[in-house]
Nanobody, 122 residues
Framework: QVQSVESGGGLVQAGDSLRLSCAAG????????MGWYRQAPGKQRELVAA???????IYDDSVKGRFTISRENAKNTVYLQMDSLKPQDTAVYYC????????????????WGRGTQVTVSS
């Protein structure tokens, strides 16, 4: 069962930056988009950012202007640069191949990796 492998999380203070990395676990050729999702305690998993194969990006309003998604197709890797972190960004971050239509994206893989924990202290 193919799963993504996320890394780069950690404990930081508000205003700091982190860069998350994700190895998708499959060739980017068949991937329409790659998405970063997060799940905070007691909350549902939500889309944070996504990038389509053509380079179109989608961001949740809460991270616009602070987070930047990028991908390196040759390495089947996607990144999430997170700047000006806030305590409300605290969550486990996951990535998965996704399908995007307009501003709506959803994971196309049923299984999820372990994610990477991001904790932002105030």
């Amino acid at each position: 069962q193919v799963q993504s492998v996320e890394s780069g999380g950690g404990l930081v203070q508000a205003g700091d930056s982190l860069r998350l990395s994700c190895a998708a676990g499959e060739s980017s050729f068949n991937i329409n988009a790659m998405g970063w999702y997060r799940q905070a305690p007691g909350k549902q998993r939500e889309l944070v950012a996504a990038m389509t194969k053509s380079g179109h990006t989608i961001y949740d309003d809460s991270v616009k202007g602070r987070f930047t998604i990028s991908r390196e197709n040759a390495k089947n890797t996607v990144y999430l640069q997170m700047d000006s972190l806030k305590p409300q960004d605290t969550a486990v971050y996951y990535c998965n191949p996704s399908y995007c239509s307009g501003s709506e994206c959803y994971s196309t893989r049923d299984s999820w990796g372990r994610g990477t924990q991001v904790t932002v202290s105030s």
